[in-house]
């Protein structure tokens, strides 16, 4: 062996010894082993971490430079990339996945929350993740929130607790059209005829889910005006036995 090799295995032995001594711990040149589980949950992290960071490219591929969220506009552009019209109930879904608190705009995290849930980190995932988002909103357990959060969505000023009658009959139409199409029907044309009532509130709102679910139509032969129903709704049932008869 050569004098250099000599000096320089002796400088691998100092510098072992030397960590040695630091670490309180003998010496080894033994790899560490890890377990499945820990191999598993660094994958799995790689793989988290990568698919936020394609979820944030594609929210920034829609947001508005100068606010930094999705606006109106980033919203229509989305929905065009979808083929999805900007008007279908399944956006209205979308926000209620995403519990966006304005209408018509997504912040970075409302966007995050939803389109993780969703599993969704490209336009084409996120297109046929919709089915499925329609299917879970659709569960009476989930409906009622939906319903409620619908209301709220369109509360667009600040302390505003309730919405013009136009507003209402549209979104009437979007949310339970397809469920209570005859009880909606009948309930715009009433609202559309009537002069008592400029606005609804969110207790109307409700209790008109609650008819829907609970009241025959049309004969409203179980309907009780003496129990806790909002007056626009014994006024509708009043109308509506006039028309009938």
Known sequence: MTTTSKKLRLVLFMMRRSASKKTGQPNSTNPINYSPSDLFRTASSKASSKEMERIDNLFYSYANRSSGMIVPEGIETLCSDMEVDHTDVRILMLAWKMKAEKQGYFTLEEWRRGLKALRADTVSKLRKA????????????????????????????????????????????????????????????????????????????????????????????????????????????????????
């Not at 600040?158 to 209402?168: A, V």
């Not at 049309?218 to 309907?223: K, Q, T």
């Open 130 to 245: 919709l089915p499925e988002l329609e299917k879970e909103v659709r569960r009476p357990s989930n409906f009622v929130d939906f319903y409620s959060y619908s209301f709220r969505y369109c509360l667009t000023e600040e302390k505003q607790k309730s919405i013009d009658i136009e507003s209402i009959c549209q979104l009437l139409d979007l949310v339970l059209g397809s469920q209570f199409h005859a009880q909606v029907d009948y309930f715009v044309e009433y609202l559309k005829i009537q002069s008592d009532y400029k606005v609804i509130n969110m207790d109307q709102w409700m209790g008109f889910f609650r008819f829907c679910n609970e009241i025959s139509f049309p004969d409203h032969s179980n309907y009780n005006p003496d129990l806790a129903w909002p007056l626009i709704l014994d006024n509708f049932v009043e109308w509506m036995q006039a028309k009938q008869s």
